[in-house]
């Protein structure tokens, strides 16, 4: 999670940066788990430019990484990353979405609705402010397009089906013949 402002970047640097966020996605991806949180900062045009670090994750399908254009820190990404934690928490036996979340951490992007459109066509996420009392988070995807909370659940699944196969096995005292009873044991684990 870069936590430089861009305008410290120069050539080098912001091509390491970049580097490093597409190595960080491409781990998660390959233990599919984990989701990374990054911002960008800069011009519009630089963000959305062919080659840029949207349209590379974009590209690369990443399903693990969230993209927030931030306005002048990219810390401010880290605010999307508390609210999807904290709605995570508070919502375990329902879904949620980040889209139209507030993030009261970040500031707002004072933006035009081509650009915020732009930047969502990358499947980047903006905050931006579209009533007198909250800015919101637009778009709450991923690179890949899939909305964060998919990913999540996804995920959420994965490891209780693992965990319930694990322990019908670890608590077994014997192997487990492959008979039908067995399998209608290992579908009950796996409802559960």
Do not use: H, W
């Amino acid at each position: 999670f870069p936590t430089r402002r861009s305008s410290d970047l120069t050539g080098e640097t912001a091509a390491n940066i970049k580097s490093n966020i597409m190595s960080l996605a491409s781990a998660l991806e390959s233990q599919s788990r984990g989701v990374l949180f990054y911002g960008v900062t800069g011009t519009v045009s630089s963000v959305i430019a062919a080659n840029g670090i949207l349209d590379t994750m974009q590209s690369a399908g990443s399903k693990r990484a969230v993209g927030m254009y931030c306005t002048s820190d990219t810390d401010d990404a880290a605010g999307l990353m508390g609210v999807s934690m904290g709605l995570a928490r508070q919502n375990e036996e329902s879904s949620f979405a980040l889209a139209f979340k507030p993030v009261a951490s970040a500031a707002k992007n004072d933006i035009t609705q081509s650009n915020v459109n732009a930047i969502k066509a990358l499947n980047g996420n903006v905050l931006i402010q579209r009533t007198k009392s909250a800015a919101l988070i637009e778009n709450g995807a991923t690179a890949s397009g899939l909305r964060f909370d998919d990913v999540l659940y996804l995920d959420r699944i994965a490891y209780d089906i693992q965990s319930e196969i694990y322990e019908l096995i670890a608590g077994s005292a014997t192997k487990l013949p492959q008979t039908d009873s067995t399998s209608t044991m290992f579908v009950s684990a796996i409802s559960r």
